[in-house]
């Protein structure tokens, strides 16, 4: 061995930041900003705890950040629903149209007792005030008159009401609005009753059956006063030889026979369907042609059934009045009686009738 060269002590030596393990084994360089310490790798337990350690601050952090994260989308959720409901630049809205109720289809009308041959459909027109009040309730109560028809309406002048059977049932009138009227004077030149001047108002009450429209239904339309008793059976009697099973031509009834000025009694008048139908078609010829402003209703109807062309027919036992064809209230054959203003002389002259005494 040289005098210049020592021999090796197993220290370790610094170089430069470097540290050289001079022992017997292998030597190890370690930089001095990375790699494990020589502590690190005496106590390899020491590592393993700090390992641990970490891991666990990590996991903390990650639920952590996941809560924060869960409450920022909750108070976003909270703000959007309490905004307006509108489009973003960041979110695409589908409007979805309200849903509708589906609108109640109306039912249409059946035809009522078709058994009940020929058909009839019958109207009265009352005022809401007064005996006739009375008149038509007590006709409702035991389904008599107008109301022993196939069908029937009952229009009611300036107002309305329901009609309340002493069984519970319920009878709706048809409002008419109110038209001003006087009565006639046949001493004025024009004028052809002394009674009521009522073209305009049964032009309405016309009207109002046509927009009804179950009179379609029908072989036979008849209107009656409501003071006047009616058996609808009997009608059925007379018309039919004027109604084949294909139904009743164009054509009305005539029921007086006496009196030199008018045929057709307003008290009961019976036109067929095709004959309303007619009038309705042309009735402005009617209006238009006829003076009919002193006239009273049923002689302008007669009027313009014949202007019209509709045919008719004579009757002469349909109607027992005075000053046209009289009958008493035993005649078992007669369709009606006129005039019987309270309920019981009505319901007396259908008693006679009937043959009850």
Partial sequence: ???????PTGKPTSIDGAVIQSDGDAGLLLGKDGGASQSDIANPGH???????????????????????LLLVGAQLTYRASLPHSASLDAVVEEVAPMKESPKQEVAPMRKDPKLWPSLFCFALMQPEGPEVALMKSHYDKRAGVFACNDQAVFCHGGNTTIVAVDGGMFKTKFISKVAMKKGNVAIPGQMTNSWLNVELFKKVFDAMLEDGR????????????DAVFFPDRLRKHV???????????????????NPWISLMGAIEVFSKKAMQKY???????????????????????????????????????LG?????????????????????????????????????
Wanted: proline content about 5%.
């Fill in 321 to 357: 009045q005075a000053g046209c064809e009289f009958a008493p209230c035993t005649d078992s054959w007669r369709v009606a009686f006129h005039p019987f203003k309270t309920p019981e002389s009505w319901w007396q002259c259908w008693d006679r009738s009937t043959g009850k005494y």
């Fill in 240 to 258: 039919e030889p004027w109604t084949p099973h294909t139904g009743p031509g164009s054509v009305y009834v005539r029921n007086c026979g006496s």
């Fill in 280 to 318: 309705f078609d042309e009735k402005w010829k009617c209006e238009s042609q006829l003076s009919w402003g002193g006239w009273g209703e049923d002689y302008y109807m007669e009027h313009c059934m014949n202007l019209l062309g509709v045919d008719s027919v004579d009757d002469f036992k349909l």
């Fill in 47 to 69: 590592c393993s705890a700090a390992w641990r350690h970490g891991t666990r601050a990590l996991m903390f952090l990650l639920l952590g950040c996941a809560m924060f994260a």
């Fill in 1 to 7: 061995m040289s005098s210049g060269m020592k021999a």
């Fill in 215 to 226: 009179f379609w239904m029908y072989d036979w339309v008849v209107k009656v006063d409501p």
